[in-house]
């Protein structure tokens, strides 16, 4: 079992930056497989981004990819997501996701642990 709690939403215009952190409680981090999802109002979840246990390997949708960077610190069992160069079209509800399979999965059906989100909204 972990609680996973994300922070660090808010509004920013277009352009601008957010760190996302997600804090975890619980059975040990470092055996989870993590990641960083997005819902927006009537859309599904969509994966943005994954990291490996260790941290050594880290995965990227298309859309984000070159703007976010994935990372974790195991000693502060928190995970990251630092978004750059934000756009209106990335405005969402954002969660993290924790997992104990071996690899990163873009299936949020994969995951079984989630916070509760944080919102990011992105004005033109």
């Known amino acids: 079992q972990v609680q996973l709690a994300e922070s660090g939403g808010g509004l920013v215009q277009a352009g601008g930056s957010l760190r996302l952190s997600c804090a975890a409680s619980?059975?040990?981090?470092?055996?989870?497989?993590m990641g960083w999802f997005r819902q927006a109002p009537g859309k599904e979840r969509e994966f943005v981004a994954g990291i490996s246990r260790s941290g050594g390997n880290t995965f990227y949708s298309d859309s984000v990819k070159g703007r976010f960077t994935i990372s974790r610190d195991n000693a502060k069992n928190t995970v990251y997501l630092q978004m750059n160069s934000l756009k209106p079209e990335d405005t969402a509800v954002y969660y993290c996701?924790?997992?104990?399979?071996?690899?990163?999965?873009?299936?949020?059906?994969?995951?079984?642990?989630w916070g509760q989100g944080t919102q990011v909204t992105v004005s033109s």
């Open positions: 619980g059975r040990s981090f470092s055996s989870f497989v």
């Open positions: 996701g924790a997992e104990t399979g071996l690899f990163v999965s873009p299936l949020p059906q994969k995951y079984s642990y």
